[in-house]
């Protein structure tokens, strides 16, 4: 376009001055021709083309490779170029819940768009995250430091950086890196979204990480028998049937930037991770559940957990996974679409079957009868040799859900392109 915008402009100042560059140029190149022979004259122009081409490259990498640095300038410059204009279009999809299963989401989720919002559940009271939470009054970090390091530019390094555990030293000991970070920007920043913030900064992440709310909250689970359990920690120990979850304060109030991320979304996701511990409890807070209902245009996907948590969802099967969201969400709104897992390791799901852990049950019949889409893909990560542990490919699933929202907003927008068409008629 500068190219075609420079030769516009030249002979826009030809024909408005009444110049001949051309002709100009052309009786320079026939007074070359009468200077020596042809073969001659056309030699010496062509190598001194090639030799200005070569001079002029040479002298371009090396004023990238001083700015850039000499290993690797050419993919750097690329993915910033890739990362800053393609990226930057992409959709705006939230994604919602805890634990590891959101962090592992959002690892896939980053290569297709920087428009990422993640809202993390604050209800965790055990490990280092409890301790601090007590200790400092502060929402626990452990949840935000997973999703802050898997969306980091620099992912291998800064996960290695915040999970890394203190195994001794006094108060250190047990204490990751990353949850004494955010803690200690709490403390300079005055207040834990400050600190959210200015870290996503630093690390340049792509996306944004939100609590859903800045009030450390209690989880409670009332289960079948009737009996109260309370603390996040807790609640799987109890070794029951979770009838309903509930938290305190009841009226916690989410962050105003997690409501307007939700407002705004093109799509949101939850799962996958802990049900009643990881995922549910962002819906516990009224207004998150109200804003996904009033965000019409935005379609609602569950990715499934791969196997049922003992103490959590012992013989649940995926319909039961998904009607237990909804119905603590009131009922607010309906998923379109739920991910599952299609094809399991039998040995890993023999071993995990021992630990009374076993595959959660595909009666993906039962949700299509109802109007939600159910597709079952080869998600799983590869297996290999020294693995042991059933993991979501955070690549895989990406590229299923972001797939499912381009046909979903294909057909949307030829629905909406027919019905005034048909109210003519």
Not at 101 to 130: H, Q
Not at 282 to 308: C, D, F, G, S, W
């Amino acid at each position: 376009m500068f190219v075609a915008g420079f030769s516009l402009l030249t002979m826009g100042v030809a024909i408005l001055f009444n110049l001949q560059p051309v002709t100009f140029i052309l009786n320079i190149v026939k007074w070359l021709a009468t200077l020596a022979p042809s073969h001659v004259t056309g030699s010496a122009l062509l190598v001194l083309g090639v030799s200005l081409l070569v001079f002029g490259y040479l002298r371009t990498r090396k004023t990238m490779n001083t700015v850039m640095g000499e290993n690797g300038w050419v993919t750097k410059f690329m993915d910033d170029l890739y990362k800053n204009h393609k990226l930057a279009r992409g959709p705006k999809i939230v994604a919602i819940g805890g634990g590891t299963g959101l962090s592992t989401l959002l690892r896939g989720l980053k290569t297709y768009t920087n428009n990422i919002t993640a809202i993390v559940t604050v209800g965790d009271d055990g490990g280092s995250s409890g301790i601090l939470r007590e200790d400092h009054g502060i929402i626990p970090p452990g949840d935000i430091r997973n999703c802050i390091a898997a969306l980091a530019s620099e992912e291998e390094l800064m996960t290695s950086l915040f999970q890394y555990r203190f195994k001794s030293g006094g108060g250190l000991g047990g204490h990751s890196f990353g949850n004494l970070f955010l803690t200690a920007m709490s403390a300079v920043t005055g207040d834990m979204l400050s600190a959210i913030r200015t870290s996503s900064n630093v690390l340049n992440i792509r996306g944004r990480v939100l609590p859903s709310t800045l009030e450390p909250i209690t989880l409670i689970a009332e289960m079948e028998d009737g009996s109260l359990v309370r603390g996040e920690s807790q609640i799987p120990e109890a070794k029951g049937k979770i009838k309903r979850l509930f938290c305190e304060p009841f009226n916690a109030k989410p962050t105003d930037e997690a409501i307007e991320a939700i407002l705004q979304a093109d799509l949101i996701i939850l799962g996958p991770g802990s049900l009643f511990t990881s995922v549910i409890p962002n819906l516990l807070l009224k207004e998150i559940r109200e804003a996904m209902q009033a965000n019409t245009h935005a379609p609602k996907i569950y990715v499934a957990n791969i196997v049922t948590q003992p103490g959590e969802t012992d013989d649940m099967s995926l319909s039961q996974h998904v009607e237990a969201i909804e119905a603590h969400a009131d009922h607010l709104f309906q998923f379109d679409m739920v991910v599952a897992s299609s094809a399991l390791p039998e040995h890993l799901v023999a071993r995990y079957e021992r630990y009374e852990s076993p595959p959660v049950i595909l009666d993906a019949e039962l949700l299509r009868i109802r109007g939600t889409e159910v597709l079952l893909r080869p998600i799983v990560a590869e297996i290999t040799a020294g693995n042991k542990t059933l993991r979501h490919n955070p690549y895989k699933v990406a590229r299923v859900v972001v797939s499912w929202l381009r046909k979903y907003q294909r057909q949307h927008r030829r629905t909406i392109q027919v019905a005034p068409l048909l109210t003519e008629v």
